[in-house]
């Protein structure tokens, strides 16, 4: 189905919702009702805490006006009797957003923060409006024609949340009711049935249950704090794309954690990201922060000294965290933290050599992701010309940009999805979306071409002719965030990870006392062969011991007792298959380390 159709299902469900609240509450002040992923929400002013037979009670109302097959009206009128409407229903609200309209032209909060004095409109204006049965609201569109286009099979009233009116701690406290809403019964119903499975597979539960990491009020919200296990992992994803970059030229930096002000403003991050930067003043009065970007220290590296076009590439990498001042109610388990940790890596070049290098990256890309059998697409990520606001560097240096890394693209005959508006900062981007296990996408490595910053900080080599010659810089990421993608893997494996990346490899059961010697043995054999080995000497029953292994997700038990004591065997239990029987233990090592080196 179009994206746009669905746009209009989804935004027409947000009217019939206004509409059932308004049954239930008249008195109820409207804010606004956009579209998101997978439905959309209603942000409503009222004078009670809405309840879960509230919730039922309005989806219910909501499925009579599907039934009624009320029109979806557009309207246009002046903005000064749309005001006057609005205050004789004393929607307070919609008037603000009128107002915001004539004076700016937009209602968007984003754009308007952009906007200068100088450019505000100030004047009488045409808005739309969009009548559905007796109800009218202020809305761009679009909507489907009538709402017996609307399967009142296919939506949901899912939830409500508190939300602050404009995004302002000082404004309203509005209740935001979210909808679910598709165009089919069957595709809610796997949605339902996906969500139902990702709750169980939920990082934020299964990463302490499995001994992964735990966050501390103390420590504070949105700062992880990593287990020998979670830590473990890490480590191990590290090591694997070090393993692939190290051969390609790849050298290992370190950088500090704050830097003064002027290395931001320069790089442009401090005008940029400054509500988002954690900002230190010293007993001296000097400004720093905390790093919310790499990249400028790693330009500092290059710059250190001359540089001649024999020595490009050159090629920075670090494993490092980064700092950003994320708003509480943003923060999420491991999806959204305040402290990230990066892949990060840059590479310094001429033109010339874009291409050779940016193939190189896709491939450490493509190998990183085959193991975990997640599927990539492509998504080349380029500017809004209409914003350029939000970018450094001139529409010149853009279409240079973006108009090599298309031809990079087309070069390795892939498909790509357009992404209008993704670029980042000072460049644009090759982003490779993985999916999950779930089917869900994930915007994870990302190869970026940046033009602007070797600009600003004027990096240069000196070339053949003995002539300074402007240099560029890739910025490359293969996981993206450490954190955010254990997240992903948490919930992609469902705490069931591979034997290369379990913390805990093989456990060893010994029945009864007089099997533990024996145990220990098995314990040493493995441990020399660097196997991670959990030995459980406790005098717990063999069946608790099995139970308690398998809620850990631990990928092999070995099970002794007499008989495998005599025949100096172990008998083998594999996660998700049970038992497979007895057999020598070099053979069963031989196995497991063939499974290790396969990433399997």
């Not at 409006?129 to 489907?144: E, M, P, Q």
């Not at 500092?300 to 024999?310: E, F, L, P």
């Not at 693209?409 to 460049?427: F, N, P, Q, S, W």
Request: hydrophobic content about 35%.
């Amino acid at each position: 189905m179009p994206e746009d159709k669905l746009h209009n299902i989804r935004h027409s469900f947000a009217h019939v919702l206004a509409v059932a609240v308004l049954k239930f509450f008249p008195e109820a002040k409207l804010g606004v009702g956009p579209v998101i992923e997978n439905g959309c929400y209603y942000d409503f002013f009222l004078n009670r805490a809405l309840t879960p037979d509230d919730l039922k009670n309005i989806e219910r109302e909501m499925k009579k006006i599907i039934g009624r097959s009320l029109s979806f009206e557009r309207q246009e009128m002046k903005s000064t009797e749309a005001k006057k409407f609005f205050e004789k229903q004393k929607q307070l609200f919609k008037i603000e957003l009128v107002r915001d309209i004539e004076r700016y032209g937009t209602t968007a909060l984003e754009d308007i923060q952009r906007i200068t004095h100088e450019d505000r409109l100030t004047k009488e204006t045409t808005v739309s409006l969009y009548k559905t049965g007796g109800f009218i609201d202020l809305c761009r569109g679009g909507h489907v024609e009538n709402t017996k286009e609307l399967n009142p099979d296919a939506f949901k009233v899912d939830k409500t949340s508190g939300a602050y009116w404009r995004g302002s701690v000082e404004r309203e406290q509005m209740q935001r009711i979210y909808i679910l809403a598709f165009e089919k019964k069957e595709e809610l119903g796997a949605f339902l049935a996906q969500r139902i499975e990702a709750e169980k597979r939920d990082h934020k539960k299964l990463g302490p249950q499995l001994d992964l990491f735990v966050f501390s009020d103390l420590v504070g919200a949105g700062l992880p704090l990593f287990t020998p296990k979670g830590t473990l992992i890490r480590e191990k994803l590290e090591e694997f794309v070090q393993s692939l970059q190290e051969p390609l030229g790849y050298q290992r930096v370190r950088i500090p954690h704050i830097t003064k002000r002027d290395l931001y403003v320069t790089s442009g991050h401090w005008e940029k990201f400054k509500d988002e930067l954690f900002k230190i003043t010293t007993r001296e009065k000097h400004e720093f922060a905390m790093k919310p970007m790499n990249c400028p220290h790693h330009t500092q590296i290059y710059a250190a000294k001359k540089r001649s076009y024999r020595e490009l590439p050159i090629r920075y990498s670090e494993v490092t965290s980064v700092y950003r001042d994320e708003q509480s109610g943003e923060l999420a388990g491991l999806s959204r933290v305040r402290v990230i940790t990066q892949d990060d890596a840059h590479v310094f070049c001429r033109i010339s050599q874009v291409e050779k290098e940016a193939f190189k990256i896709w491939d450490i890309i493509d190998k990183f992701y085959k193991p975990f059998k997640m599927p990539l697409t492509v998504r080349f990520s380029r500017h809004d010309p209409a914003h350029m606001e939000k970018y450094l560097g001139t529409q010149e240096i853009w279409k240079r940009a973006e108009d090599q890394l298309l031809t990079l693209i087309k070069k390795r005959r892939i498909k790509y999805v357009d992404g209008l508006g993704e670029a980042a900062m000072y460049g644009p981007k090759i982003d490779f979306i993985a999916k999950d296990s779930l089917g869900r996408e994930w915007q994870l490595a990302t190869i970026q071409l940046d033009f602007n910053l070797p600009e600003r900080f004027d990096l240069t080599c000196i070339n053949e002719k003995g002539e300074s010659e402007r240099i560029v810089m890739i910025h490359r990421a293969i996981l993206g965030s450490l954190e955010r993608f254990m997240a992903i893997l948490i919930e992609h494996y469902a705490g069931a990870f591979p034997l290369w990346l379990a913390p805990v490899q093989v456990a060893i059961l010994p029945i009864g006392k007089g099997h533990k010697a024996y145990a220990k043995q098995i314990e040493k054999t493995l441990d020399h062969e660097n196997i991670r080995t959990l030995l459980r000497e406790d005098d717990e029953t063999i069946g608790k011991k099995i139970r308690e292994s398998e809620i850990q997700k631990i990928p092999y038990l070995l099970i002794v007792g007499d008989k495998e004591r005599s025949k100096k065997t172990v008998a083998v239990r594999v996660r998700g298959r049970g038992d497979i029987g007895a057999e020598k233990l070099e053979k069963f090592l031989k196995k497991i380390k063939e499974e290790i080196n396969r990433k399997k």
